[in-house]
């Protein structure tokens, strides 16, 4: 990305151009993210094309103030991240699956590598981490979203939060490109979860808003709320909560 584009994605999230690619840094970068690009799939939902390029992600980021899933939130937001100057990979990983670790691809994750170390940046897998964490050490990391662990599995990366395992992280770099036939997978194939049900969700201030096909989950630190929303509460929801202008609620919403 020129110096523009750059520009045009920290005003996206809030953010002025930083003075140096440091950990402080990178922990602003990945809170502001989290709180104003959405993790949803309403691409999935319309059939709309997804192409794993860094200039058409941060395209959808930027221009049509979108969001995205995994490979789109971690690729786009690793193209803000190289042009700042951090040195990033990005990583396969095969999320948990409440019995095993599933197949590879399945996710995509971002490390980057700073003076004293390497560190995991994922604002891609809905509620996760709010800053970035140690990859090299195994002690339980404290954070806004929880306490994480990062533990050594054969030549992997096991990630644990508060709810149990999240993914095992192959510690191997890949390109967008490899992740092309998993992608294409999660958006066509009906048992993907993608899609099944619309889902949008987003950190706020105090804890998560999502909508998953028409109710709208609110959690906050005195706990969590549910309700139906009607089409004109959908919409409006969707403007002023995510930034998505949207004519119509998609028929995906009563799906499920």
């Known amino acids: 990305m020129d110096d523009a584009r750059v520009d045009a994605y920290l005003d996206r999230i809030g953010v002025p151009r930083p003075a140096a690619a440091d950990l402080a840094t990178l922990r602003?970068?990945?809170?502001?993210?989290?709180?104003?690009?959405?993790?949803?799939?309403?691409s999935v939902q319309l059939g709309e094309p997804i192409v794993l390029r860094a200039d058409a992600l941060v395209a959808k980021v930027v221009d049509r103030r979108r969001g995205g899933f995994c490979y789109e939130l971690n690729g786009a937001f690793a193209a803000l991240l190289s042009a700042l100057g951090y040195d990033v990979t990005l990583h396969s990983c095969r999320v948990w699956t409440g019995r095993r670790f599933g197949v590879p691809l399945d996710h995509m994750a971002v490390r980057v590598l700073l003076p004293d170390g390497p560190y995991l940046v994922d604002v891609g897998f809905g509620k996760f981490a709010h800053h970035p964490l140690r990859l090299d050490v195994t002690d339980p990391q404290p954070d806004p979203g929880g306490v994480y662990e990062v533990l050594p599995d054969g030549p992997d990366l096991a990630v644990r939060g508060d709810g149990g395992w999240e993914y095992l992280l192959d510690q191997r770099?890949?390109?967008?490109?490899?992740?092309?036939?998993?992608?294409?997978?999660?958006?066509?194939?009906?048992?993907?979860?993608?899609?099944r049900k619309l889902t949008c969700s987003i950190l706020t201030a105090d804890g998560r808003v999502t909508v998953s096909g028409r109710t709208l989950i609110t959690t906050t630190g005195d706990g969590r709320t549910e309700r139906l929303l009607d089409d004109a509460e959908f919409v409006a929801v969707y403007r002023d909560t995510f930034g998505i202008a949207l004519d119509t609620v998609p028929p995906s919403a009563d799906k499920g």
């Open 173 to 195: 770099p890949y390109e967008l490109l490899d992740f092309e036939p998993l992608c294409w997978w999660h958006r066509t194939s009906p048992a993907s979860h993608f899609t």
């Open 28 to 42: 602003v970068l990945q809170r502001a993210h989290l709180a104003a690009v959405p993790f949803e799939n309403l």
